[in-house]
């Protein structure tokens, strides 16, 4: 399913995702989801169908049983490379111990929350394209 990207999103997208960015992590009410959807926010509005599911009041051990690739897929075109890949589009990191992290797709790079992938001191991450595993068009 392919999103059209509202007017002015390009503005809208660092504003909503550094926003998310600043939020402490909790793995309630601040992680992955929630900056993957300040993205879609930014980029579609705020009613597209995914918000529900990546804003969820999930708990740590819910948010870690819930398969990222199959959500985003359900919303979002699944590019065929992360080279395909454009500003605000969604990205999967995947972590050491097998599960996913969710990033968003800025200027040559991808940001994202985690406790697992974050230096110390914070919980938002910063990598290079090329550590994603896997890209969705927004």
């Not at 002015?8 to 929630?34: M, Q």
């Not at 930014?42 to 959500?71: F, Q, S, W, Y």
């Not at 800025?106 to 110390?120: F, N, P, Q």
Request: charged share 30%; with cysteine.
């Amino acid at each position: 399913m392919m999103s059209d990207r509202i007017k002015s999103w390009d503005l809208r997208l660092i504003k909503y995702v550094t926003a998310e960015l600043e939020k402490p992590f909790d793995w309630v009410t601040s992680n992955c989801g929630h900056l993957m959807a300040a993205s879609v926010i930014a980029c579609c509005g705020d009613e597209h169908p995914i918000l529900e599911e990546l804003t969820k009041r999930l708990t740590k051990e819910e948010m870690e049983a819930t398969n990222l690739e199959e959500v985003l897929g359900r919303y979002f075109f699944r590019l065929p490379s992360i080279l395909h890949a454009q500003r605000g589009d969604l990205m999967l990191v995947k972590r050491e111990d097998g599960l996913e992290a969710g990033c968003v797709l800025l200027d040559g790079y991808i940001v994202g929350k985690s406790e697992k992938l974050s230096r110390a001191g914070s919980n938002v991450f910063r990598l290079p394209i090329a550590s994603a595993a896997v890209a969705f068009r927004v």
